[in-house]
């Protein structure tokens, strides 16, 4: 069995895979709210969802550094990758031993057609199909809470020491433009870091958004921020709008939350 992968890599099959490493945490989410649990031989340290993923599998290292050895041992029969999550080393590496999906996610179309090629791929396309129908009902319902609300300037912050915001080119700011948000970055590509003196200029902003993750963001850091900036300042669950799986069933009705 041939199967093409999100940047157009054939992943080439014996059979469907009994036994995957998945070293992306949402991905992994996926899996088991697709029924492959028992499939699962190995995940990241990041991998936080089921809260008993990482005392039920092996953990093989995190998103950007791996271990090899430890991979070696499982032997599975898939290894899961995002080209975002994880480097070309490590996928041009563990390609040369096993097969190797990489998902490239860039807004919910492509978060959708993951869920089906892991349907494909896994035998569980009745899941997958319920999954997809699921989430196009919650975007559907969240579209018409959205239409005319009004448009807000927003900077999406996910690290400090130093400041990085989400810039185009991310999952992230996909979202931020769902929820009719304009990111005052989006001229910035990918994660770019903004300094203090940049902080203090920022004209027009209406509201700062503190991630979750990758950096966790607290109370502190909120009222730094707004004393710096004289800006509405709110935290928000990263996982939402960065996880592009099974989470986003629910994404929508939490980002109804923040309007």
């Known amino acids: 069995m041939i199967y093409k992968d999100q940047l157009n890599r054939e992943v080439v099959l014996s059979r469907i895979p009994t036994s995957i490493v998945s070293l992306v945490p949402s991905q992994t989410e996926l899996l088991v709210d697709l029924g ?64 190797v999906h990489v998902s490239n996610i860039f807004s919910l179309s492509e978060a959708l057609d993951m869920i089906k090629q892991y349907g494909e791929i896994f035998d569980k396309q009745t899941e ?12 559907v319902s969240f579209d018409t ?4 609300k009004p448009q807000k300037r927003v900077a999406y912050f996910i690290w400090k020491k130093p400041w990085m915001v989400a810039g185009k ?4 700011d996909y979202i931020l433009k769902m929820n009719g948000f304009v990111n005052v970055f989006g001229n910035k590509s990918r994660y770019p870091e903004v300094l ?13 958004l503190l991630s979750s993750e990758p950096y966790p963001f607290s109370e502190k850091h909120l ?3 707004k004393n710096m ?14 996880w592009y799986g099974s989470r986003l069933v629910n994404a929508f009705s939490y980002f109804k939350t923040l309007h």
Do not use: M
């Open 36 to 99: 492959l649990s028992d499939c699962i031989v190995g995940v990241t340290k990041f991998c936080v969802h089921p809260a008993t993923i990482r005392n039920e599998k092996v953990i093989v290292g995190g998103t950007k550094n791996i271990n090899y050895d430890t991979i070696k041992k499982l032997n599975p029969d898939i290894i899961l990758c995002n080209k975002e999550e994880n480097t070309k080393e490590i996928v041009a590496c563990l390609q040369k031993e096993y097969p």
């Open 128 to 139: 997958a199909t319920v999954l997809i129908t699921r989430i196009k009902s919650e975007k």
């Open 145 to 148: 809470f959205i239409d005319n």
């Open 169 to 172: 080119d991310t999952f992230v």
């Open 196 to 208: 203090e003196k940049e902080l203090l200029t920022i004209k027009n902003i209406d509201l700062i």
């Open 223 to 225: 009222k730094e921020l």
């Open 229 to 242: 900036t004289n800006t509405e300042v709110i935290l928000v669950d990263g996982e939402y709008f960065s």
